[in-house]
């Protein structure tokens, strides 16, 4: 059994940066891929960035607009997401998630496991 779990939420100035991280254990995280999500209270999950087997292959949202990046160590088991200009919007608790195929996917339902989330609150 795979688990997930979040690190290096927090409270950031607008236009601040934060690193988010996911550490797995009890799967061999180097052949799955992984996505970041995203939720308010209150509203559906929505999808940040996703990464391939490997991390030659990345995704990201639209809303993104090249300030976030997402990556992996898989010698560490780590899956990573850089954030920088971040925006008042930005605030949500931030999920990262694995699935048992070797590429990652923009809908949530394709993922069997879930970290507890990290919460992002983003001041204006």
């Known amino acids: 059994q795979v688990q997930l779990v979040e690190s290096g939420g927090g409270l950031v100035q607008a236009g601040g940066s934060l690193r988010l991280s996911c550490a797995a254990s009890?799967?061999?995280?180097?052949?799955?891929?992984m996505g970041w999500f995203r939720q308010d209270p209150g509203k559906e999950r929505e999808f940040v960035a996703v990464i391939n087997w490997s991390g030659s292959s990345t995704y990201y949202a639209e809303f993104v607009e090249g300030r976030f990046t997402i990556s992996r160590n898989n010698a560490k088991n780590t899956l990573y997401l850089q954030m920088n200009s971040l925006k008042p919007e930005d605030t949500a608790v931030y999920y990262c998630?694995?699935?048992?195929w070797g590429y990652g996917s923009r809908a949530a339902y394709d993922y069997d496991t879930w970290g507890q989330g990290t919460q992002v609150t983003v001041s204006a």
């Open positions: 998630a694995t699935r048992k």
């Open positions: 009890g799967r061999t995280f180097s052949t799955y891929g």
